[in-house]
Nanobody, 124 residues
Framework: VQLQASGGGLVQAGGSLRLSCAAS????????MAWFRQAPGEEREFVAA??????AYLDSVKGRFTISRGNAKNTVYLQMNSLKLEDTAVYYC????????????????????WGQGTQVTVSS
């Protein structure tokens, strides 16, 4: 499975962006899909995941970010609203080989496929 992330950019605090992750070589409908991010000097962290049931989110993005999928386009989206300075990072999409149980959704090593990352910069 190949993943192509896009949609990053420069936005003012309080603004919105929508990231897209287009998958090829495999369907997303039978996989858990996730977004992670990595800020400068920080470790990569889990942001959001979808696995066929209720989505899971990092506490600090709950109520602001929404993960969704477009099966027809084999694409996963991350709608980011009310962006904050601390959301600045490179955002990566990831796909698992199948459906993950809830307890594994936030673990990097549960995902087999990764996109190249897209930069999100939030300015004051």
């Amino acid at each position: 499975v190949q993943l192509q992330a896009s949609g990053g950019g420069l936005v003012q605090a309080g603004g919105s962006l929508r990231l897209s992750c287009a998958a090829s070589g495999g369907t997303i409908s039978t996989r858990s899909m996730a977004w992670f991010r990595q800020a400068p000097g920080e470790e990569r962290e889990f942001v959001a995941a979808w696995s066929g049931g209720n989505p899971a989110y990092l506490d600090s993005v709950k109520g602001r970010f929404t993960i969704s999928r477009g099966n027809a386009k084999n694409t996963v989206y991350l709608q980011m609203n009310s962006l904050k300075l601390e959301d600045t990072a490179v955002y990566y999409c990831a796909a698992a080989s199948g459906r993950l149980i809830l307890s594994r959704l936030g673990r990097e090593n549960a995902y087999s496929y990764w996109g190249q990352g897209t930069q999100v910069t939030v300015s004051s």
